[in-house]
């Protein structure tokens, strides 16, 4: 059974900062890795999906990577801003011809303080 | 192009009844996932409908049911509501079922059980 790990849950920086938010999952044998965005009682925004085959993804200040043999994805954000605040889902799919799911982390709660 | 719309934003139930929830799909897509978010998880895949067909399902009871209609939106039925059920709950449409295809997320539906 696949497992999505986040840390931190929660993390406080100051305006400025560049930051890394991590992802690990227990099953390598994924087809891709996506990158959420959530803002407090609303759904999903996608923010970065990397195929199994590719190593990172960038958009804009977002960098995110992937080492699928160790399980590991991180998410690095440049020069944080305010509106960056948010909580920051990572979730993993395997390669299915139905039915196919999202496997998701609990999260990481980011704040970032002006 | 219409995104995921979801019915409705929220809904305040008590133990015991039944409740129904909406998902229409983004245009041209025929294939629709349910998630359920407790406070401060990640979601939790419920099930899929494809071309109106359940197409896999998560580890959630038969009291959890859905339809597709012939539309491509979906319903989102809970029976013998429990305190537990109290969630956001997401629906994502996507073009087919497949992995390869992403999956768009609606607003979500924040349900309340007293």
């Known amino acids: 059974k696949q497992e999505v790990t986040q840390i931190p849950a929660a993390l406080s920086v100051p305006e400025g900062e560049n930051l890394v938010l991590n992802c690990s999952f227990t099953?390598?044998?994924?087809?891709?890795l996506q990158w959420f965005r959530q803002d407090p009682g609303k759904g999903l925004t996608s923010l970065l999906l990397?195929?199994?085959?590719?190593r990172e993804q960038t958009s804009g200040r977002l960098n995110a990577s992937l080492d699928k043999s160790s399980g590991r994805s991180t998410l690095y954000i440049a020069a944080s801003q305010p509106g960056d605040s948010a909580t920051y889902l990572c979730a993993v799919r395997r390669e299915e011809t139905s039915g196919s799911r999202l496997t998701f982390g609990e999260g990481t709660q980011l704040t970032v303080n002006p | 192009e219409t995104g995921v719309t979801q019915s409705p934003t929220h809904l305040i139930k008590t133990r015991g009844q039944q409740v129904t929830l909406r998902c229409s799909s983004q245009s041209g897509h025929n294939t629709v996932s349910w998630y359920q978010q407790a406070l401060g998880q990640g979601p939790q895949f419920i099930f899929q409908?494809?071309?109106?067909?359940?197409?896999g399902r998560g580890n959630f009871p038969p009291r959890f049911s859905g339809l597709q209609f012939p539309n491509y939106s979906s319903e989102l039925n809970v029976n013998a509501l429990e305190l537990d059920d109290s969630a956001l709950y997401l629906c994502a449409s996507s073009l087919r079922p497949e992995s390869a295809y992403e999956q768009y997320f609606g607003p979500g539906t924040r349900l309340t059980v007293t």
């Open positions: 990397i195929q199994s085959s590719q």
């Open positions: 099953d390598s044998a994924i087809y891709n």
């Open positions: 409908y494809y071309r109106e067909e359940e197409n």
